[in-house]
């Protein structure tokens, strides 16, 4: 159980085009999702967090209007990279926290997606 | 404001050798606490985590860890190491009274397993 879905788990992109990543709870509910960044040999970086059905709280330095965040429903939230360069290739990883019972004390994560852009 | 220092970002061992992966927070509250892994080029895996109760806390793999609240510390242990534990360890905090809290991860520490 707790199993969370990223989709695609990889993507290579042109410079200036937008680039959108999927996350999805596959069983169970997920009240809140955050988003993460790593780079190379580095620790994660959180961007934002996510609560359904409402607009997300990026973290200080985070360009909201960069990185576009949608929670639409409990099972699914979706981060689009919008006019890509290179510097924003890296691992994406988003991670889904549950709405109840011991779901609600832990983040599960996704596989993570490695954009690249040329 | 809470932090998570783990020391040495590579720690290398003899297969068969004891693993101790170093963690240390800065919280005045004591927080939970988690280690995860990840391998190359996927997501993280949750070892353990310690919310409350046993301070000594065993996860999956064989891997275990302690809470020593004097000593702000939960570093992750593995009495003998397998050439499958060679990954990427991150130990995180979370706030104890806050359930929107944020993860905050330590920087993590490459783990190196030699035949």
């Known amino acids: 159980g707790a199993v969370v879905s990223q989709h695609p788990s990889w993507v290579i992109c042109k410079s200036g085009t937008s680039v959108k990543i999927e996350c999805r709870s596959l069983?169970?509910?997920?009240?809140?999702m955050f988003w993460y960044r790593q780079f190379p040999k580095q620790s994660l970086m959180l961007m934002a967090t996510?609560?359904?059905?409402?607009?997300?709280?990026?973290e200080q330095g985070v360009e909201k209007d960069k990185f576009l965040i949608n929670h639409a429903s409990l099972t699914l939230s979706t981060l689009t990279v919008t006019s890509a360069h290179p510097e924003d290739s890296s691992f994406y990883i988003c991670?889904?926290?549950?709405?109840?019972?011991?779901?609600?004390?832990?983040?599960?994560f996704g596989p993570g997606t490695r954009l690249t852009v040329l | 404001a809470q932090s998570v220092t783990q020391l040495g970002s590579h720690v290398s061992v003899s297969e068969g050798a004891l693993v101790l992966l170093r963690c240390n927070y800065s919280?005045?509250?004591?927080?939970?606490l988690f280690w995860y892994v990840q391998y190359p080029n996927q997501g993280l895996q949750l070892l353990l985590k310690?919310?409350?109760?046993?301070?000594l806390v065993k996860g999956i793999n064989g891997f275990e860890a302690e809470f020593k609240k004097s000593e702000t510390s939960f570093h992750l242990t593995k009495p003998s190491a397998h050439m499958s534990d060679a990954a990427e360890y991150f130990c995180?905090?979370?706030?104890?009274?806050?359930?929107?809290?944020?993860?905050?991860f330590g920087q993590g520490t490459e783990l190196s397993v030699k035949p």
């Open positions: 310690y919310t409350t109760g046993a301070t």
């Open positions: 919280s005045s509250v004591p927080p939970y």
């Open positions: 995180a905090v979370r706030a104890r009274y806050n359930q929107g809290g944020k993860l905050i």
């Open positions: 991670s889904a926290r549950g709405v109840s019972g011991s779901l609600i004390n832990e983040q599960f």
């Open positions: 996510s609560n359904e059905g409402s607009k997300a709280t990026y």
């Open positions: 069983d169970f509910q997920a009240t809140t």
